[in-house]
């Protein structure tokens, strides 16, 4: 979805930097390999744009959640979401639980190779749990990335299993991430899965859920862990957890067939 520069200013304002985060994590995000130099260019030139924007933060007292909140919030529409047409081509042609498949081994080697270059930080030491101002800036780049991946591939299962999401771009992006938020599929028939999906509970859930992941990624700083081997195998895992249960929860939410009076009437 095109972007106006007034989006793109606003964005600038949430992160409290002069970089377009939005355009940094959708080239981190879309489809196609990248070369791992570029991935770490790219990775270090938003880690420098998120510790400007959480400095910023910092000190105008913004909590600490809210602020990471805040910037996925801004970011969330401005990841590149496939249509079925172009996933099927993208993957060879592959359709159903095929195409599910290679949708997870791709994402899970994604958050991978984003965790692996996180993880290859020196080792630190926490005498209590950092604070996510203070975490090093490139863990934070590393949440913000896995989580677009992440909310990328939900978005993209329900193409696979046919499970429409309606409103707008940006809309669709809120309920996904809301979703992302909660790892769990969209009931598309259910009145507020988009049109409430930002109520006060779901912004809590989205909080929790991105402490949560990059706490995650704080562990592969420890002592006792080899960083990039550790911070690779945590993503992997985690990924790997939210694509089953999201299918789980859209093979019971399969639309009529093709040619059937619901199929016709809703375009």
Do not use: C
């Amino acid at each position: 979805m095109a972007e106006s520069e007034q989006d793109k200013q606003a964005g600038r304002e949430v992160t409290g930097s002069g970089e377009d985060v939005g355009e940094l994590v959708g080239r981190l995000t879309e489809p196609g390999e990248l070369e791992p130099a570029e991935r770490r260019r790219l990775l270090g030139r938003l880690a420098r744009a998120l510790n400007n924007g959480a400095a910023k933060a910092r000190k105008s007292g913004v909590g600490r959640g809210r602020w990471l909140a805040d910037v996925f919030l801004n970011i969330a529409p401005r990841i590149p979401i496939r249509d079925l047409h172009t996933l099927s081509e993208h993957h060879h042609g592959m359709t159903g639980e095929e195409l599910a498949d290679d949708l997870m081994r791709t994402a899970q080697k994604a958050t991978m190779t984003v965790g692996a270059i996180g993880g290859a930080l020196a080792a630190a030491e926490f005498a209590a749990p950092p604070l996510l101002l203070s975490a090093p800036a490139q863990l934070v780049a590393e949440t913000i990335v896995v989580a677009s991946i992440e909310v990328k591939l939900l978005a993209e299962l329900h193409e696979v299993y046919g499970v429409r999401v309606h409103g707008t771009g940006a809309q669709r992006a809120v309920a996904f991430t809301a979703a992302w938020a909660k790892q769990r599929g969209i009931d598309p028939l259910a009145p507020t899965s988009v049109s409430l999906a930002l109520g006060a509970a779901t912004k809590t859930a989205l909080r929790n859920r991105l402490l949560r992941t990059l706490g995650r990624h704080l562990t592969t700083l420890g002592p006792f862990l080899t960083g990039a081997v550790a911070g690779g195998a945590l993503n992997r895992i985690a990924t790997k957890k939210l694509g089953q249960a999201v299918r789980q929860d859209l093979r019971g939410k399969r639309p009529l067939p093709p040619g059937s009076r619901r199929d016709r009437l809703d375009p």
